[in-house]
C-alpha cells in the first residue's frame, strides 16, 4: 500500500510540512504556527492556512488506542482567473510527530523525515475553479465546513478521481465528477444549504 514520505521542519516560530508521494510528487512547503501546533494536543485539532492552500490537523484514536494525527492538505494555486489544486490525505502516530517536531527544533531545523501509515483506499480529489473555491478559502469557518464534508464523503471504492469545479448558479458550491477505471462513474453538486446564515450553513450532496 502506497505511503506518503514527510519532511518536517521546526525553526523559530514555524514548523513547515513538506510530502513526497507517487500519486502526487514533490508538495509545496505548507507552514503552521507553533503555538498553534502546541495546542492541538488539548484542542484536538487545528485548520491552519497558508497563502490560498490551508490544512486540517486533527487527532484520532487507533483501534489499539494509539493518538493517530491525521493531515489533510489542501494545496491549491492561481493559475490565471482559476483556482487549481488538489487534496492529500496522511496519517501519522502523534507521539512520533511531537518528537520530529522536538527533534527539528533542537537541531537548528533540521529536516526529519517520516513515512505516514498505510491509508484505506481514497480516491484523488482534484479542483479546477474559477471563482467558488477563492470564496471558501478566505473564510475559516467556510474552510472547515468544506474539508468536513470531503472527509465524509467520496470513499467509493471503483474511484479513481474525483473532479471539482465550481457551481455557476449557487455561490460557495461546486460540481463533482468521478472517474473510475472503467470510465465515467457518478456526478453532482456540492451544494451549500442555508446562506442567509454561513455560521449555520452546511453542504449536501445531490446526485
Known sequence: MERTMVKICAEGEFVSLRTYSRKYGRSGQFFLWRKE?????TKGKLLGSDGYSY??????KS?????ILKVEITWLHSSGNELIGRLERLSLVYQDF?????????????ICRRLSLPECHRPVIEFNS???LKKVARIKGMRRKLGKFLDRHFRWPDAVRIQIVDDSCVPYSFFFREERLNGNGICGGIILHGQEDLKKACYGMHT
Open 63 to 67: 483501534q489499539e488506542g494509539e493518538e
Open 98 to 110: 511531537l518528537c520530529c517536531v522536538e527533534e527539528s527544533a533542537l537541531a537548528g531545523g533540521k
Open 130 to 132: 474559477r471563482h467558488n
Open 37 to 41: 501546533l502546541d495546542e492541538l494536543g
Open 55 to 60: 490544512a486540517r490537523l486533527y487527532l484520532h
